[in-house]
């Protein structure tokens, strides 16, 4: 059955006995009226006769009645859908979150969706009129991998590629943008054609778990997982350069009596002040991390021995002054182990594990003090 052949059968009835009703109720009338009139009995199988021969004219009025409003009615139905779509690609196109966007090469003209506007800060029109507008946006660290990006597209491989850019109010935030290349029936490249997407949240998102996978939650400094990422680094830097390298384990005395005495939350805030000492005790170039508990470990790159004792040193004269925490004086001491590189091993845990070892010598000669590997 075609197509059109179930489409006529489901049109309907409804004209068609419309109008034959009608036409009977008509003729039942005309009947009634030549009885009374009396006229021949001829004259009433006559017009039986043409009712007869006559009913398919109205049948196909009728038909022609439901076929018409049948297909009045997939009108508005299609028209209704037409305009449902067309609201839904308006909300597309005109998203503040998204927008699309249009590369014509041949002319040299972009053209972007509404969208860009609340993203980028400056208008469509804006962009329309001056084709190296998005170029200057471009963060300047990321103009390589944009490039590389249009490179693909230029190949004729569809690409996406994230990277950051500075609005018109002068804020950096990130985009990801899929892009299509279009080819004319040459199979000449004549456009590219994409939609990019803001970004920044998931960033932030992002960047807030890494952070929180390589740094400890209480003092923010690098955990044990960041700290082997950054010797395994500086270790193989140090034997490129035939530089050394120390590694401090710097341990609290006696954390775990005022951890217990005065209470967690008050050897917590210790604990950050204690590595807010660390820090300004080094160099900015050092590397300060929380092992585990009341346990730092420092990387000192590119080092010799006395500026290693000059900065153990350093640290010690830190804590010879008091903390106050909650308004309460108390008094910290640490002991300090030191191995170097490449005298005291070659490997991470070597180092680690041997500067360990002068801690505990420090530890058993007193407080404040600081020991080499032997």
């Known amino acids: 059955m075609s197509i059109q052949e179930k489409g006529e059968r489901s049109l309907g009835y409804k004209g068609r006995f419309l109008v034959c009703s009608i036409t009977i109720i008509t003729t039942i009338g005309w009947l009634i009226y030549l009885y009374i009139e009396e006229e021949s009995t001829n004259a009433f199988f006559e017009i039986l006769i043409f009712l007869f021969f006559f009913l398919p004219v109205p049948w196909w009025l009728g038909k022609q009645y439901d076929k018409a409003n049948y297909y009045l009615k997939k009108l508005k139905q299609r028209s209704e859908e037409l305009q449902q779509n067309k609201s839904e690609l308006e909300?597309?196109?005109?998203?503040?979150?998204?927008?699309?966007?249009?590369n014509d090469l041949t002319c040299q003209k972009i053209t972007v969706s509404k969208g860009i506007e609340k993203i980028y800060g400056y208008n469509a029109k804006e962009f329309e009129n001056d084709y190296n507008l998005w170029l200057s946006t471009i963060y300047p660290e990321d103009k390589g991998k944009v490039s590389s990006y249009y490179k693909q597209l230029f190949l004729g491989i569809p690409s996406k590629c994230e990277w950051r850019f500075i609005r018109k109010d002068g804020k950096v935030r990130w985009i990801e943008s899929f892009g299509t290349p279009i080819f004319d029936k040459e199979k000449n490249l004549v456009k590219l054609n994409g939609v990019a997407y803001d970004i920044t949240e998931r960033k932030h998102s992002e960047e807030k778990l890494q952070h929180m996978a390589f740094h400890d939650n209480l003092t923010g400094l690098p955990n044990r997982q960041m700290l082997y990422i950054y010797l395994k680094k500086a270790l193989a830097k140090c034997k490129r350069n035939d530089t050394m390298l120390a590694v401090m384990f710097v341990d609290l005395n006696k954390f775990k009596m005022i951890n217990d005495t005065k209470g967690?939350?008050?050897?917590?805030?210790l604990l950050i002040e204690v590595s807010e000492r660390l820090i300004k005790s080094v160099r900015e170039c050092d590397f300060v991390s929380r092992k585990s508990g009341d346990e730092f470990i420092i990387v000192l790159e590119d080092i010799t021995e006395v500026?290693?004792?000059i900065i153990s040193e350093r640290i010690i004269k830190s804590f010879s002054f008091p903390f106050f925490i909650n308004g309460e004086e108390q008094n910290v001491y640490v002991s300090i182990g030191i191995s170097i590189y490449p005298y005291d091993g070659d490997n991470i845990?070597?180092?680690i594990n041997?500067?360990?070892?002068?801690?505990?010598?420090?530890?058993?000669?007193?407080?404040?003090?600081?020991q080499y590997f032997k």
């Open 307 to 309: 500026q290693a004792k």
């Open 349 to 351: 845990d070597t180092l």
């Open 264 to 269: 967690h939350d008050f050897g917590d805030k």
């Open 91 to 102: 909300s597309l196109f005109n998203n503040s979150a998204s927008y699309l966007w249009s």
């Open 354 to 370: 041997n500067s360990d070892k002068a801690m505990y010598l420090a530890k058993r000669l007193g407080n404040n003090i600081y």
